[in-house]
């Protein structure tokens, strides 16, 4: 069932969330899901990189705004200006040695420790914490980290909104879909699914969600009112 | 791309190469420049390209070329701005650290990555992100060692040249109406793909798949060469 880890991601962002990444009109928090996932996916940085220059050639034909007559002579004259220091890295070098190593940007959105996550359980063999992304307006939109134990099935649910899922160790399979280390998946009000961990270790996942999920089981639909997610 | 050579070769640093070929062109056309060397046309070095000037300006901090570069970018710019929907005066201002940022990371620009065009539109949009959403851009570190490396590093697309740029430019002029108007929408107005349905009241499968239509047309016309 298990790609070997060197393996490339097989399931990726449609190209419609790249181009909204390339073009920067993505929330914060899709944007870490994206950005996540590029760095474990050469090809879709590929795709980023050709929609980056596709920006550039739309900025070339852009029919131009006049700027004031003094612009540029104001702009010359800030030339010189010292160059305030840049903002500290907030880059961590934590946790790269490790077997299935976070990359950045999420590695240092998490506080770059991974072993000094504060856990909260959602049900039984599956635990959660909330990352902080935004200082804006993040509206419903939430990044959080999830673990999944062993064999843990996830209860029949579907979501108002949309949900991106990547995985970042261990794997999941949802249907006849197997999603290893750096697959993205993405869905929206339309799938009602029920994903299940790999039996073969932990599933770390980030997923973004811009509105709660809803429980459609039979039975589990009754707990909608007091599930946590 | 044959204009943007042109340019280069009219201006007058490039006279010692324009002086092997002026056998080529009627001779007034260089001796005119050979004649006022330190006043040079904005018109002829204007059709300097953009790569060209930005590396003067990271090499030798040429402020001419600076110059030179605003007013073929500000402009441009400042309608990219205006497009998203900030005021005259905040885009003039935003126009401004964007051109002040060309200036201080000029010399991160890499010819051999990307052309200047697409380098100036990635600052602006990340300053675009900055001063109107409040949000950072969470982007990947090339330098990471987490980061999973391309299989074949020597088979690497992401370098895009000045004929690349050309083709994407004539591939965009040639694309159908409507695709050509969703895809500066998606670019220009500062909203994702589903946001913008909504607005025009189009139905998201029409907007997904006519920029997937365009995605995949520009990127083959970029791909075949």
Same mark, same amino acid.
């Given at each position: 069932?298990?790609?070997?880890?060197?393996?490339?991601?097989?399931?990726?962002?449609?190209?419609?969330?790249?181009?909204?990444?390339?073009?920067?009109?993505?929330?914060?928090?899709?944007?870490?899901?994206?950005?996540?996932?590029?760095?474990?996916?050469?090809?879709?940085?590929?795709?980023?990189?050709?929609?980056?220059?596709?920006?550039?050639?739309?900025?070339?034909?852009?029919?131009?705004?006049?700027?004031?007559?003094?612009?540029?002579?104001?702009?010359?004259?800030?030339?010189?200006? /010292? %160059?305030?220091?840049?903002?500290?890295? =907030?880059?961590?070098?934590?946790?790269? $040695? +490790?077997?299935?190593? @976070?990359?950045? !940007?999420?590695?240092?959105?998490?506080?770059?420790?991974?072993?000094?996550?504060?856990?909260?359980?959602?049900?039984?063999?599956?635990?959660?914490?909330?990352?902080?992304?935004?200082?804006?307006?993040?509206?419903?939109?939430?990044?959080?980290?999830?673990?999944?134990?062993?064999?843990?099935?996830?209860?029949?649910?579907?979501?108002?909104?949309?949900?991106?899922?990547?995985?970042?160790?261990?794997?999941?399979?949802?249907?006849?879909?197997?999603?290893?280390?750096?697959?993205?998946?993405?869905?929206?009000?339309?799938?009602?699914?029920? /994903? %299940?961990?790999?039996?073969?270790?932990? =599933?770390?996942?980030?997923?973004?969600? $811009? +509105?709660?999920?809803? @429980?459609?089981? !039979?039975?589990?639909?009754?707990?909608?009112?007091?599930?946590?997610? | 791309?044959?204009?943007?050579?042109?340019?280069?070769?009219?201006?007058?640093?490039?006279?010692?190469?324009?002086?092997?070929?002026?056998?080529?062109?009627?001779?007034?056309?260089?001796?005119?420049?050979?004649?006022?060397?330190?006043?040079?046309?904005?018109?002829?070095?204007?059709?300097?390209?953009?790569?060209?000037?930005?590396?003067?300006?990271?090499?030798?901090?040429?402020?001419?070329?600076?110059?030179?570069?605003?007013?073929?970018?500000?402009?441009?710019?400042?309608?990219?701005?205006?497009?998203?929907?900030?005021?005259?005066?905040?885009?003039?201002?935003?126009?401004?650290?964007?051109?002040?940022?060309?200036?201080?990371?000029?010399?991160?620009?890499?010819?051999?990555?990307?052309?200047?065009?697409?380098?100036?539109?990635?600052?602006?949009?990340?300053?675009?992100?900055?001063?109107?959403?409040?949000?950072?851009?969470?982007?990947?570190?090339?330098?990471?060692?987490?980061?999973?490396?391309?299989?074949?590093?020597?088979?690497?697309?992401?370098?895009?040249?000045?004929?690349?740029?050309?083709?994407?430019?004539?591939?965009?002029?040639?694309?159908?109406?409507?695709?050509?108007?969703?895809?500066?929408?998606?670019?220009?107005?500062?909203?994702?793909?589903?946001?913008?349905?909504?607005?025009?009241?189009?139905?998201?499968?029409?907007?997904?798949?006519?920029?997937?239509?365009?995605?995949?047309?520009?990127?083959?016309?970029?791909?075949?060469?």
């Amino acid at each position: 069932m298990m790609r070997p880890t060197h393996q490339l991601p097989v399931h990726h962002p449609s190209l419609e969330l790249l181009l909204d990444y390339a073009a920067g009109s993505t929330s914060e928090a899709a944007g870490l899901a994206l950005a996540t996932h590029l760095a474990l996916c050469p090809e879709c940085r590929e795709v980023v990189a050709q929609f980056e220059s596709v920006g550039g050639a739309l900025l070339e034909e852009i029919q131009p705004a006049a700027m004031p007559p003094d612009a540029l002579d104001d702009l010359l004259a800030r030339l010189d200006e /010292p %160059v305030p220091a840049p903002a500290p890295a =907030c880059r961590s070098t934590a946790d790269v $040695d +490790a077997l299935c190593p @976070l990359p950045e !940007p999420l590695r240092s959105y998490i506080g770059g420790d991974l072993q000094a996550i504060r856990w909260k359980q959602v049900m039984r063999g599956v635990d959660q914490v909330v990352v902080a992304v935004g200082r804006g307006r993040t509206g419903k939109v939430r990044a959080r980290l999830l673990r999944i134990g062993p064999g843990i099935r996830i209860p029949r649910h579907t979501h108002d909104g949309t949900e991106m899922t990547l995985v970042l160790a261990g794997g999941f399979s949802d249907g006849d879909r197997q999603y290893q280390r750096g697959d993205f998946s993405f869905s929206d009000g339309e799938i009602d699914h029920s /994903p %299940v961990a790999d039996d073969d270790g932990e =599933c770390l996942c980030l997923t973004v969600t $811009d +509105a709660p999920l809803r @429980l459609t089981g !039979p039975l589990m639909r009754l707990l909608n009112p007091f599930i946590r997610f | 791309m044959a204009m943007e050579h042109a340019g280069t070769l009219r201006s007058p640093a490039w006279q010692p190469l324009a002086g092997l070929i002026s056998g080529l062109v009627p001779a007034g056309v260089f001796t005119f420049y050979r004649n006022m060397p330190d006043v040079p046309s904005p018109a002829v070095m204007d059709g300097r390209p953009l790569d060209d000037l930005l590396v003067a300006i990271a090499r030798d901090r040429d402020r001419t070329a600076f110059g030179l570069l605003f007013g073929r970018m500000a402009p441009r710019l400042k309608a990219y701005l205006l497009r998203s929907g900030v005021g005259a005066a905040q885009a003039d201002e935003l126009v401004q650290e964007v051109m002040l940022m060309v200036w201080r990371r000029a010399g991160t620009f890499d010819p051999a990555r990307a052309v200047a065009s697409t380098w100036i539109f990635t600052i602006a949009r990340n300053k675009r992100i900055d001063a109107i959403r409040h949000d950072r851009r969470p982007e990947f570190d090339p330098e990471d060692p987490a980061l999973v490396p391309a299989q074949a590093p020597a088979a690497d697309r992401s370098i895009e040249t000045a004929e690349d740029s050309a083709r994407l430019r004539d591939a965009i002029g040639k694309l159908p109406v409507e695709q050509a108007e969703l895809l500066r929408l998606a670019y220009f107005e500062d909203q994702p793909h589903t946001m913008i349905a909504q607005q025009r009241g189009l139905p998201l499968g029409t907007v997904k798949s006519r920029l997937r239509l365009a995605m995949e047309r520009l990127r083959r016309d970029l791909a075949g060469s």
